[in-house]
């Protein structure tokens, strides 16, 4: 996958790469985006074709209060400043849990291991969204 915003990994990063598995929650309908909680609250807004999500960590990281975090999340959906307040736009807030590398690994082997107990039973899907640190 290639992400504007960023430029590519290169092969000399990838042993130093610290990554995160970020399991979603269903979304919910924001209806007063004063209901949003910064740190508990992930967000997706949609308009038309243009879409974009901000996991709930990433506010907290960035010492962003709610105004900024709607605004931020505007701007990664390549949408208009203020475009939160356009009755078009569709914003849904969610809750996630993240796993890292270590737990990933760890999660993957429970995985293969309960794979292998029910070789029948067709896979769980969930809405996911990942994210990759540079160290520094």
């Known amino acids: 996958m290639r992400d504007p915003r960023f430029r590519p ?8 790469l610290e990554y ?9 309908r924001v209806t007063d985006v004063q209901q949003i909680r910064i740190g ?3 967000l997706l807004m949609k308009n038309g074709n243009d879409e974009g999500l901000l ?8 010492k962003w ?9 505007c701007a990664k959906a390549g949408m208009r400043a203020g475009c939160w ?10 809750h996630s849990g993240c ?7 760890e999660r993957v082997k429970q995985v293969r291991a309960a794979a292998a107990r029910a070789p029948d039973s067709p896979p769980r ?3 996911r969204s990942s994210r990759i640190r540079r160290p520094g």
């Not at 996991?55 to 960035?62: F, T």
């Not at 209060?65 to 999340?73: A, G, N, R, S, V």
């Not at 307040?85 to 969610?94: A, H, L, N, P, V």
């Open 9 to 16: 990994v290169t092969v000399t990063e990838l042993p130093s």
């Open 20 to 28: 995160e598995i970020s399991v979603l929650s269903p979304l919910r």
């Open 40 to 42: 508990e609250h992930g």
């Open 55 to 62: 996991l709930p960590q990433v506010p907290v990281e960035q």
């Open 65 to 73: 209060d709610l105004p900024t975090f709607l605004e931020q999340t």
């Open 85 to 94: 307040k356009d009755e078009d736009t569709d914003i849904f807030s969610f």
């Open 99 to 105: 796993l890292r590398r270590a737990q990933i690994h």
């Open 125 to 127: 899907r969930a809405m």
